[in-house]
């Protein structure tokens, strides 16, 4: 009797190994929501260079690969109620590792140094805010499977609560992504967990899509334009002087 119960639990170990490893299997790629303009990887965040690129319209990618990393990229607009014509947008971007629970549901577990947000209110000024961002996340499920109208692999995915969030779609196997690893490391910051001496909300003012690195930018001098400085510098004028009554002496021999 006990033997085997022995084996009936073995294969209840060996069955759930399976299918979390086939669920853990079937997120691997890259997905996107229908406009299929936004995607992970360099084409939304270069870490480099601290750059956000605004896609044309909004919506949300994830990607995930099977050494246990995901990436993920956010753009939305955020309502106006006080100026409906007016609404503000925001992009984040971060990165980390994932777990498949036991129960089915997903943990993201982001490297908290690396995560980046842009906010932008073009109503209320040029310059975007820039900060850092990190968000664990919790998915109660997920389920994969061949959607019937695009017959294409199509990602569910529901929140804390269970709400449903907007379908992805498979756009690239493997996954678009940046390096798995932390792009901006700090003293103590390494990776999921740790703490960063840095001042992780330090905010800086970006213009949306097109501005400069901060490093650069002050690297970059330009002086007043002095269109009249010759002209009024006394030295010149006293040069000028000896050179017209030499002309007019050579003048007056000549003539």
Not at 139 to 160: I, M
């Amino acid at each position: 009797m006990v033997h085997s119960q022995i084996q009936v639990a073995f294969v209840a170990v060996v069955l759930f190994s399976y299918a979390s490893a086939q669920a853990s299997t079937s997120l691997l790629g890259t997905w996107t929501t229908k406009s299929r303009k936004v995607f992970t990887g360099p084409g939304f965040y270069d870490p480099v260079t601290e750059r956000m690129f605004e896609p044309n319209v909004t919506g949300i990618s994830y990607s995930f690969t099977d050494n246990g990393w995901f990436e993920e990229a956010y753009y939305r607009a955020v309502p106006n109620p006080g100026n409906p014509s007016c609404p503000s947008g925001v992009m984040q971007w971060q990165h980390g590792t994932y777990t498949v629970n036991a129960n089915g549901s997903l943990s993201l577990f982001p490297l908290e140094v690396d995560g980046r947000q842009l906010e932008s209110s073009p109503c209320s000024g040029e310059n975007a805010i820039y900060t850092r961002y990190n968000q664990s996340e919790y998915f109660e499920r997920f389920s994969v499977y061949t959607d019937a109208y695009h017959n294409v692999p199509r990602l569910d995915l529901f929140q804390f609560d269970g709400s449903p969030m907007n379908p992805m779609y498979l756009a690239y196997s493997p996954a678009q992504m940046l390096p798995t690893q932390t792009l901006n490391p700090t003293a103590t910051a390494t990776g999921r967990g740790t703490k960063s001496t840095s001042t992780s909300n330090t905010k800086q003012k970006r213009s949306m899509g097109h501005w400069q690195d901060p490093v650069r930018q002050n690297l970059i001098k330009t002086e007043p334009a002095a269109p009249y400085s010759v002209w009024l510098n006394p030295d010149n004028w006293w040069w000028m002087g000896i050179g017209m009554t030499a002309l007019g002496s050579v003048g007056y021999f000549l003539f």
